[in-house]
């Protein structure tokens, strides 16, 4: 039986980049972010699947995803978890990815148009988080919507150059915090921008 970690590669790897994408689609084979409008990006593959990786995730994880985007690293978190609550705060982009998401036959994503940087506390806790906007600093409500035993990768960092970091929290609360990567996303609307 195949690992996790290779269901996931597998996967990826057969995902249609370019159905994620209205404009630009023949960038959609390059290892780059791509910009999707409203001053977003699609991030690059690689690191989507980085990030993936990273946060661990299980057939019965409870995941939040704030910034929907395009939504490819949404059905990323659909395939291999359970309930997947994602956020977007530009209704356009939160239109579209529900649309292709339904079209794909999810029925384990649930859709919110709002800022993302206060999380979605109605659902918690969660036992993934994925932010995929640079904040500021940590946020405060992402960390109290953790379960735990819970983790969150989000870039932490100034605009023009951010830390990848995974954040886990203990069964006591405590939290431990490991860098993994120097990335650039774009930033964080709201408190924590």
Do not use: C
Request: charge should be negative; charged fraction near 25%; hydrophobic fraction near 40%.
């Amino acid at each position: 039986m195949k690992q996790k970690g290779q269901l996931i590669k597998d996967y990826f790897r057969k995902m249609d980049r370019s159905f994620f994408m209205d404009r630009y689609k023949h960038m959609a084979a390059f290892d780059e972010a791509v910009p999707i409008g409203h001053e977003q990006t699609i991030s690059q593959p690689s690191l989507v699947l980085e990030m993936t990786l990273a946060l661990d995730v299980e057939k019965d994880s409870k995941i939040l995803e704030i910034g929907t985007g395009s939504g490819f690293q949404t059905a990323l978190l659909a395939e291999f978890g359970g309930q997947v609550y994602t956020v977007e705060r530009i209704e356009a982009l939160h239109k579209r990815a529900k649309e292709r998401l339904d079209e794909m036959g999810f029925g384990n994503i649930s859709f919110k148009l709002a800022d993302g940087s206060a999380g979605w506390a109605e659902h918690a806790p969660y036992d993934r988080i994925m932010v995929t906007a640079a904040a500021s600093e940590i946020p405060e409500e992402l960390i109290a919507q953790m379960a735990a035993g819970g983790k969150m990768i989000l870039p932490v960092g100034a605009s023009w150059s951010q830390e990848l970091r995974l954040i886990e929290k203990d069964a006591e609360g405590n939290l431990h915090s490991t860098i993994l990567n120097q990335v650039r996303f774009v930033p964080l609307k709201g408190k924590y921008e």
